[in-house]
T-cell receptor, first 115, second 114 residues
Framework: AQSVSQHNHHVILSEAASLELGCNYSYGGTVNLFWYVQYPGQHLQLLLKYFSGDPLVKGIKGFEAEFIKSKFSFNLRKPSVQWSDTAEYFCAVNARKAAGNKLTFGGGTRVLVKP | GAGVSQSPSNKVTEKGKDVELRCDPISGHTALYWYRQRLGQGLEFLIYFQGNSAPDKSGLPSDRFSAERTGESVSTLTIQRTQQEDSAVYLC????????????FGPGTRLLVL
């Protein structure tokens, strides 16, 4: 069975600081990788995804993530955060051969950006 | 177009009662998923529908949980004889075909069992 771990439960940082959120997964097969974000009071929404090709993927709002297959990692980064990036971030994977492609989520990281 | 909608947005019930949670997927999406998020935890997969059949029910935690779907439309998640540990946010998502595309999530139903 696949599993996902996010290393930090809470992150507090100031505007303009750089952000990196760790995500590691456990699964022996080929996976699709996702980062979802939930802003306060809003739906869960897709930030970025990796299916194949260039392991450095760019998403919305200046976020990017790098898939490192040898490390089973898919860390999320943003060079300079804004107050509006305050949210909860979830890493998720699905096994490419699994019927229906159900997602397995990490526990989430709450990010608070101080103005 | 409209996104995934869920109702009710909040539900408070007494232990032992049955509850029904509803999900309206994005029109045309054949795949529908239910997830549960307990306080301070990530989302747990419950069940997946392709059309009105459920090829994957592996995440349903007990036989008190059941779900059905009418065609490629509305789905209902039913929890019988609710327990306090059922308290969570129940999220529904849909995707066009249930392959590698993105899942679109609804706002969730926050269930509190007293």
């Amino acid at each position: 069975a696949q599993s996902v771990s996010q290393h930090n439960h809470h992150v507090i940082l100031s505007e303009a600081a750089s952000l990196e959120l760790g995500c590691n997964y456990s699964y022996g097969g080929t996976v699709n990788l996702f980062w979802y974000v939930q802003y306060p009071g809003q739906h869960l929404q897709l930030l970025l995804k990796y299916f194949s090709g260039d392991p450095l993927v760019k998403g919305i709002k200046g976020f990017e993530a790098e898939f490192i297959k040898s490390k089973f990692s898919f860390n999320l980064r943003k060079p300079s955060v804004q107050w509006s990036d305050t949210a909860e971030y979830f890493c998720a994977v699905n096994a490419r051969k699994a019927a229906g492609n159900k997602l397995t989520f990490g526990g989430g990281t709450r990010v608070l950006v101080k103005p | 177009g409209a996104g995934v909608s869920q109702s009710p947005s909040n539900k408070v019930t007494e232990k032992g009662k049955d509850v029904e949670l509803r999900c309206d997927p994005i029109s045309g999406h054949t795949a529908l998923y239910w997830y549960r998020q307990r306080l301070g935890q990530g989302l747990e997969f419950l069940i997946y529908f392709q059309g009105n059949s459920a090829p994957d029910k592996s995440g349903l935690p007990s036989d008190r949980f059941s779900a059905e779907r009418t065609g490629e439309s509305v789905s209902t998640l039913t929890i019988q004889r609710t327990q306090q540990e059922d308290s969570a946010v129940y999220l529904c998502a849909s995707s066009p075909r249930g392959t590698t595309e993105t899942q679109y999530f609804g706002p969730g139903t926050r269930l509190l069992v007293l």
